[in-house]
């Protein structure tokens, strides 16, 4: 229930002047019957006397709903766990020049002839034989002197490069590098092969020792040509050596070549290719070239079988991650017939219960199955890691075929029996999606932490960084049900932004989106805005961000800009999700720019080009909406009634309908406002707004004055829907029909159990300022101290709390205990500096001070009250208070500026007017200024209450006194003849009236005066005064006649 003129500060403002002015002195009889207006009369309570739901609204604000996060969640996580270990590219055997089988027999008689005697065929033959025989040394010795002593290009190039290989044998590799490096120093024209074979050797020694420039650097110093010797194992070192620098697609078009000109090394370029594409996830490749090298080595006389092991292998692998499951469990049971002593064979057969696992249904008895395999295979090898990512795998499948229960027991365990690296991380994060799919989110969201805090940025390491994701994401999810949103904003920064330099994550738009829904929920409205605008623009959460942005704007109040960003998100997607949403906002913004007609027009712009869609109907039905909320009730019962004809089948119907039955409550016209009620409430009775129009079928009793009725109707509400939203509205209503009623215990008892129940509801607040209202009108101020105090206490930053101690102060005013109200008075200044009550605080305090003659801090507050609020209701008041603070403080000049003001001013008020003409006078009397006295004086006597008057005219014959005017006495007598109800001025006048005229000499018009005053006066002081005036005036009478 919305109250519009309930508002508490501004219904008991009168009550407040009183409590405020009730206890101040009777120096003057304005503050007089103040007091008696708070001492002899009952206050009375403020209470709402129309109860409209909303007036012509000034403003809309809507208030977002908050986007749920999935229940199931969008998982990245690769379905293969098995760190796979791919084979090592094995360089092909060094190509070494072929050479006759020599005869062993030369060995035993080459000694006992002279190198003069032997040709160099001879002499490199027995070399050579003592090189097969066993004998280095001999061997060597006898290349070396063949080297010396021939001058053929040839034999040189033969006997160095067989003394290398002679040192090399001899582990002596120093020695054979220099003769190896003496062979490529000579310019030879025959013996090339020789030189190809050393400059191949000293080649792949380099790469051996890693210095790949070196290595790169002798095989492209010399040409190799197609076909010639060497060639391939050149080509096949050269891309070797770019692989290992990085210079991948360098190596694949070396080992492309070597496989296209189907050579010696053809299969082994294959299976090489196949290795690096696998190395780099490329499985699609990858598979392609491990196929071609399998079918081309099996169709070979004598295949190699560590190379075809290798692309059964890739092959079964690249299969099984490319999810063709069937083919690659053929392929490892291919593998396990045909290579069963390979060193790949555990891999193959973890290969295969991944096969198995990949291909799982949801069957007890497989997964029984399964589990004893993965169990016996776990025994059987000793690398139990494998185990343990076929089992988390499992787990892994578990999940994504909905088994979330055992999904969760078997990845704890797996991270139980693994509690450190790859597997630990993944199966904590699978144990996480388990729990948040089974509805356990807090469980889930502190599990899930453990893996997206630290989500690792190396790109050899895509996996995990996938997992990493899908844990940040878990987390966030769960965080915003838990509605922890610094936790999803702190998991999310990482994949929306990169904080890391070079960090391989790429920014993610999911993740974007729901960081700026974090932000935004945090009231952190830049950071919400920078993660919305940061959202690709090709990927399906750009849409939600546009709406976010637009969101932003709203909740800044920039209308402008809100209006048209919700405008883009309509234009973005004119049949979206948003699009209603949009229309809706983008219309309240232009109501809240005042742009009425602006908001109209663009509603019935849309109507016409989308007319006969949903978006049109949206627009129809914000357009009367629109109009209902500025008070247009015709147009908007005209626009509903279109809707209703054109779309009587939509879900908003009932809406719509229920809308029209609160065009006649707004109107003012309860009684049929309360008939359209009960019919919407009898058609739709299953509606959600059933309950709230028996709501308001008793707000239009009460407005009608029918209490009792609307008591009953409360009362039904509340029985009849006892977990509507708006509940508390009815037992509120309900609890103001009981005050209304006079039933104030009932009002009580309830109100304090509704605070109890709903300690955060403004109606609370109300509520708990009304009890002390209630008490101070039934006279029980310590019970209304006490609930005054308990708004302070229970609500210390609302706008009641300060109109609470303003109450307070009054009550302490009233009990003359000055000093408490003045220290509530401090309070309020203290702790609500900024609030609308500070004026009164400042007013009161001031006042305060003055009543108890304190003057000089009583004039420091009241200038500055009169400073800080210019023009405030009070300020005639705090001038006049200040004026006679002056006027002790003996600063006649201000004191009077501050009166005149007062008596200039047609909305002092008469009383406050006339009193202040009085000061004024008696200001200007002490100055001999008569004749200003005089017309001061004027305005009392002529405007005044009679009191005032009387008051007035005394002064004006005292000023004629003064004057020493001729007519000074008759005046005083004046006075009695035209106040005559006035006692006392009456008596001073005749007092004066009696003097100035025994003074002048006229004693029988004195006596019969004091004679007058005897019989009126009522006062025995001056009774008994006049009697002796009279005894005094005939005993002087009698004296003058006996002379």
């Not at 996830?281 to 290798?310: F, H, I, M, V």
Request: aromatic share 10%; proline share 3%.
């Amino acid at each position: 229930m919305r109250f519009a003129t309930y508002n508490f500060w501004c219904r008991l403002l009168l009550v407040l002047v009183v409590a405020c002015f009730g206890c101040l002195g009777t120096e003057n009889t304005v503050w007089a019957q103040s007091e008696s207006t708070a001492s002899g009369k009952q206050l009375t309570i403020s209470l709402p006397e129309v109860v409209v739901e909303s007036p012509n609204i000034e403003h809309l604000t809507a208030t977002r709903v908050r986007p749920i996060p999935p229940k199931r969640l969008g998982v990245r996580l690769p379905a293969v766990f098995v760190e796979l270990e791919t084979p090592l590219i094995r360089l092909p055997d060094r190509p070494i020049p072929s050479e006759k089988m020599p005869d062993l027999d030369l060995t035993q008689y080459f000694g006992s002839l002279s190198d003069d005697f032997v040709d160099e065929s001879e002499h490199f033959n027995t070399a050579y034989a003592y090189l097969q025989k066993g004998s280095p040394v001999e061997a060597f010795t006898l290349f070396e002197g063949l080297a010396k002593k021939t001058k053929l290009h040839f034999w040189r190039a033969a006997a160095l490069f067989w003394a290398g290989e002679t040192l090399l044998g001899m582990r002596k590799p120093r020695e054979a590098r220099e003769r190896r490096e003496r062979l490529l120093n000579l310019l030879l024209s025959d013996g090339l092969h020789y030189v190809a074979a050393a400059r191949y050797a000293l080649a792949q020694e380099r790469c051996e020792a890693r210095d790949f420039e070196g290595c790169l650097g002798l095989l492209e110093g010399q040409s190799w040509e197609k076909g010639k010797f060497a060639y391939e194992e050149a080509v096949f070192l050269k891309g070797w050596v770019q692989a290992k620098t990085g210079s991948v697609e360098e190596a694949i078009d070396s080992w492309t070549l070597l496989a296209n000109a189907r050579g010696r090394l053809d299969v082994q370029a294959l299976v090489a290719l196949g290795n690096l594409y696998l190395q780099r996830k490329n499985y699609a490749q990858a598979e392609k070239r491990y196929a071609a090298a399998e079918a081309l080595g099996s169709g070979r006389e004598k295949p190699d079988n560590a190379l075809q092991g290798e692309a059964l292998y890739g092959i079964g692998w690249t299969r099984l991650y490319l999810g063709e499951i069937g083919k690659a469990k053929r392929t490892f049971s291919l593998f396990m017939r045909r290579q069963p002593k390979h060193p790949l064979r555990v891999f193959v057969q973890a290969g295969l219960l991944s096969a198995e696992i990949e291909s799982l249904k949801k069957s007890r008895k497989g997964l029984k199955t399964l589990k004893a395999r993965l169990l016996g295979f776990s025994r059987a090898n000793r690398r139990k890691t494998l185990a343990g990512a076929l089992r988390l795998q499992l787990a892994w499948k578990l999940f994504r075929i909905g088994v979330y229960e055992e999904a969760s027991v078997l990845a704890g365990k797996a991270s139980d029996e693994f509690p450190l690296g790859r597997i630990y991380r993944i199966a904590r994060i699978v144990e996480g999606l388990s729990q948040y799919h089974l509805g356990k989110v807090k469980r889930a969201y502190g599990i899930l932490r453990q893996g997206a805090d630290y989500p690792p940025v190396s790109v050899h390491r895509l996996a995990e960084q996938d997992a990493a994701r899908s844990a940040a994401m878990g987390t966030a999810f769960a965080a915003f049900r838990l509605r922890d949103f610094k936790g999803a904003l702190n998991v999310l920064k990482h994949w929306s932004f990169l904080p890391e330099r070079g960090s391989a994550v790429t920014p993610d738009g999911l993740a974007m989106l729901w960081y700026g829904e974090a932000a935004f929920e945090l009231g952190e409205l830049n950071e919400a805005a920078r993660a919305f605008r940061a959202v690709p623009r090709r990927t399906p959460e750009y849409y939600r961000a546009l709406g976010g942005l637009a969101w932003v704007q709203y909740r800044k109040k920039n209308w402008k800009e809100a209006a048209l960003a919700f405008d883009r998100v309509f234009e973005h997607k004119p049949g979206g999700v948003l699009a209603a949403e949009a229309l809706a906002r983008a219309g309240e913004a232009r109501f809240n720019l005042r742009n009425y007609d602006g908001a109209l027009q663009s509603f019935e712009r849309i109507e016409k080009k989308y007319r006969g869609s949903d978006v049109a109907k949206e627009a129809l039905y914000q357009k009367a909406k629109l109009l209902f909320r500025r008070s247009r009730f015709d147009a908007s019962e005209k626009n509903f009634q279109i809707f209703l004809k054109r779309y009587s089948k939509s879900e908003k119907v009932a809406e719509v309908k229920y809308i029209l039955a609160l065009i006649p409550f707004r109107k003012g016209d309860y009684s049929l406002a309360r008939k359209k009620l009960l019919e919407f409430q009898e058609s739709y009775r299953d509606s959600p707004l059933a309950g709230e129009a028996y709501l308001r079928l008793a707000d239009s009793s009460y407005n009608e004055g029918r209490y009792r009725e609307a008591n009953r109707l409360y009362r039904l509400m509340m029985n009849g829907y006892p977990s509507h939203p708006k509940f508390s509205e009815a037992v509120y209503g309900r609890l103001l029909s009981h005050l209304q009623l006079g039933e104030n215990s009932k009002f009580l008892s309830g109100a304090r159990e509704y605070i109890e129940r709903y300690p955060e509801s403004n109606l609370s607040i109300s509520l708990a300022f009304q009890i002390g209202e209630v008490l101070l009108t039934q006279r029980k101020t310590e019970g209304a101290l006490t609930a005054y105090k308990d708004v302070i206490t229970r609500y210390p930053d609302n706008n009641l709390a300060a109109h609470a101690l303003l109450r307070m102060a009054g009550i302490h005013r009233g009990k003359s205990d000055i000093d408490k109200a003045l220290d509530s008075y401090e309070t309020l200044l203290i702790r609500h500096p900024a609030k609308a009550f500070r004026a009164d605080g400042l007013f009161g305090v001031g006042e305060t001070l003055a009543g108890i003659g304190r003057c000089a801090e009583a004039k420091q507050k009241l200038t500055e009250f009169l400073e800080t609020f210019p023009g405030h209701d009070y300020e005639m008041l705090a001038r006049f208070a200040l004026g006679r603070c002056l006027i002790r403080l003996v600063e006649d000049r201000a004191a009077l500026s501050h009166l005149a003001v007062i008596m200039r001013s047609e909305s002092a008020g008469v009383d406050l007017r006339s009193q202040s003409a009085l000061l004024a006078a008696e200001l200007y009397r002490k100055r001999r200024k008569y004749t200003d006295a005089k017309r001061a004086l004027g305005f009392a006597v002529e405007f005044g209450a009679p009191e005032q008057a009387a008051e007035a005219y005394f002064a004006y014959a005292r000023i004629s006194t003064e004057q020493r005017g001729p007519g000074a006495a008759a005046e005083f007598l004046k006075l009695t003849y035209r106040y005559p109800d006035q006692k006392i001025w009456v008596a001073r006048a005749y007092v004066r009236a009696g003097e100035l005229y025994e003074k002048a000499g006229k004693r029988t018009l004195a006596l019969r005066i004091y004679q007058k005053m005897s019989k009126v006066v009522e006062d025995p002081a001056l009774k008994r005064k006049a009697r002796f005036a009279i005894r005094r005036i005939t005993k002087q009478t009698r004296k003058r006649a006996r002379r």
